[in-house]
């Protein structure tokens, strides 16, 4: 049997670490718990005062996985990472998916790329 992904509260207990993945996917069909989820990412990885360099938030619907994965290859400013928000992951078709595969597999040691989605 397959395992469960983590709720937000293990998410939460996680990141309280402050040791973040390179990669977090969340998906599911309740957008306030996606939203809590990417928010509690965001908040214990990157400074409020950061943010205006270093958070890049996309929407797949406008953007290709050669956009995510530049923003998310940048080195951040100023700072010890950057946070890239890629919503609706859903939207790419099949050759951006193999893009974002092909970073998946060798992320940016400076940046953590949340890919969202239902």
């Keep these: 049997m397959a395992k469960a992904s983590p709720g937000l509260s293990e998410l939460r207990k996680s990141l309280a670490k402050k ?31 950061q943010r205006t ?9 406008d953007v290709d996985a050669r ?26 078709g099949a050759k951006d998916l193999e893009i974002l595969s092909a970073y998946v597999d060798h992320p940016s040691e400076s940046t953590v790329l949340l890919l969202s989605g239902k």
């Design 19 to 49: 040791s973040f993945l390179p990669v977090y996917l969340v998906h599911g069909e309740e957008d306030l718990l996606i939203e809590e989820s990417i928010a509690a990412v965001v908040d214990a990885a990157l400074p409020a005062e």
């Design 67 to 92: 956009e995510i994965t530049a923003r998310a290859s940048s080195l951040p400013m100023l700072g010890e990472r950057r946070v890239v928000v890629a919503r609706n992951v859903e939207k790419l």
């Design 53 to 61: 360099f270093n958070l890049d938030i996309l929407d797949c619907a």
